[in-house]
């Protein structure tokens, strides 16, 4: 290899933190109106299902380039996850937790969601989870 020859390399995928400004506006995009309320309480609630380490909390909203994508808890701190239904049992951070949990959402809201919104969410927040430096975890938890 010479010296100019370039090395590909993989570069996680970054989500931008929706400003306090913002804020109102993101979970109307992300749920649409007929499930703004219950979308957020379903991702908090799944939260509280997979791990013991969450006891509610202030909540950051994500976007990637000005579409949103995902809500974690606002924390530094680390959550167990147990999923019963495939049984995974990992540590992972609080954006890695929000990912998981946002995702269970998705997938529980499409059966309620007459739109493509969900799935669309879906398959959006799964391509930056697939990049995530957490991946595995990330998937491992919603296999």
Not at 29 to 45: K, M, Q, R, S
Not at 55 to 73: A, I, K, Q, S, V
Request: proline fraction near 4%.
């Amino acid at each position: 290899m010479t010296a100019s020859a370039s090395v590909a390399v993989n570069v996680p995928l970054i989500a931008d933190l929706v400003s306090d400004e913002r804020r109102m506006d993101f979970l109307p995009a992300l749920f649409g109106l007929p499930l703004l309320i219950v979308g957020e309480h379903t991702v908090y609630h799944f939260l509280d299902r997979l791990s013991p380490d969450y006891g509610g909390g202030f909540w950051d909203f994500l976007e990637r380039d000005g579409t949103p994508l995902y809500l974690r808890p606002a924390s530094d701190g680390r959550f167990r996850i147990h999923c019963t239904t495939n049984d995974y049992e990992g540590e992972v951070s609080a954006d890695a937790a929000g990912i998981i949990a946002t995702l269970f959402a998705f997938s529980h809201l499409s059966f309620r969601d007459r739109s493509d919104r969900m799935a669309n969410a879906y398959a959006r927040l799964y391509a930056f989870a697939a990049d995530h430096a957490e991946a595995r975890a990330i998937l491992g938890a919603i296999d």
